[in-house]
């Protein structure tokens, strides 16, 4: 590039700035950065994995990180979850976790997973989380993936009762608000897992494709069992059965009942899974992306 051509640019930069045009741009990225306080966005969340993780489900590749998958949706909170044995080889987030947290400073909330897709968890992972604070200002949680067995028998989860007190007592001498978050896949409600339910602070709850018809009644069951744990609405993006995005009208009943509950309080977010499946092509992601754009900013 010439000394001219250089000028140029400059001087075209320049009168951007004066125009207003690079301002502009700096606002529409502060809409998710710095979410406005009362508002739809504030509240919700991606549901991220190491990139391409997802491929031993979906039999497709996926370059799209994290980050990526928040700033692409335009949402200011993020929960990372560690892949399974079966997905590790694909992707997977490797020690030092603290590494992967400098992409997602400018968000709002960061909740790090000790246990993990399809239940994994190791000791040492775990200390690697529970040390995230000290590097982590916008750190806010820890999150039990695929943590329970739903069996009735035997192992009912992947970490004891006892096990589970030890990590909520680390966590909550390092900051009382931080919370501890579980999925619940609400077609397996039922199981008797009260003194888990004890230690669990936030439960997301998930239904799957063929599920979504049964969303309000399944709520309904949770909620009168469960009245005064915190919940948020987890939603798929694709249908995993079937290895395509789910379809539309179902997206759009997810989002609109989980708006509606957050509108009356019975909900506290929305989480969209994930950044592993979001740069497929899938209708209901634009879909997705769009209605977060027009809901995002309205006050609740």
């Known amino acids: 590039m010439n000394d001219s051509a250089r000028m140029t640019r400059r001087a075209m930069l320049g009168s951007m700035a004066a125009a207003g045009g690079l301002v502009a741009v700096g606002k529409a990225a502060a809409q998710f950065l710095v979410p406005q306080e009362g508002t739809v966005r504030e509240r919700l969340w991606i549901f991220s994995c190491a990139a391409n993780s997802d491929f031993p489900?979906?039999?497709r590749r996926s370059v799209m990180s994290p980050a990526e998958g928040a700033f692409f949706l335009g949402v200011p909170n993020i929960i990372m979850v560690q892949s399974s044995t079966k997905e590790a080889p694909y992707g997977r987030l490797e020690p030092p976790f603290a590494q992967y947290t400098v992409a997602l400073r400018p968000l709002k909330r960061v909740v790090w997973s000790v246990v993990g897709s399809g239940g994994f968890n190791s000791p040492a992972e775990t200390e690697e989380v529970l040390a995230l604070p000290k590097t982590t200002?916008?750190?806010a949680g820890v999150m039990l993936d695929d943590f329970f067995t739903w069996s009735a028998t035997g192992k009912r989860a992947q970490l004891t009762v006892e096990?589970?007190?030890?990590?909520r007592q680390r966590l909550k001498q390092t900051n009382p608000?931080?919370?501890?978050l579980a999925t619940v896949y609400m077609k397996r409600f039922g199981v008797p897992l009260q003194d888990y339910f004890d230690l669990i602070d936030v439960l997301t709850?998930?239904?799957g494709a063929d599920d979504l018809v049964n969303l309000e009644t399944n709520f309904t069951k949770v909620e009168q069992a469960l009245p005064k744990a915190r919940k948020m609405l987890g939603c798929y993006v694709v249908d995993y059965g079937r290895k395509t995005g789910l379809p539309v009208d179902l997206m759009w009943r997810q989002c609109e009942t989980g708006l509606r509950w957050l509108r009356q309080g019975k909900i506290e977010g929305i989480v969209f899974l994930g950044n592993t499946t979001m740069d497929l092509g899938f209708e209901s992601v634009e879909w997705t992306r769009q209605w977060?754009?027009?809901v995002g900013d309205q006050k609740l």
């Open 57 to 59: 489900h979906i039999g």
């Open 137 to 139: 200002p916008n750190f």
């Open 163 to 167: 096990e589970l007190k030890s990590i």
């Open 177 to 180: 608000k931080f919370d501890i």
């Open 205 to 207: 709850l998930w239904s």
């Open 292 to 294: 977060i754009a027009k």
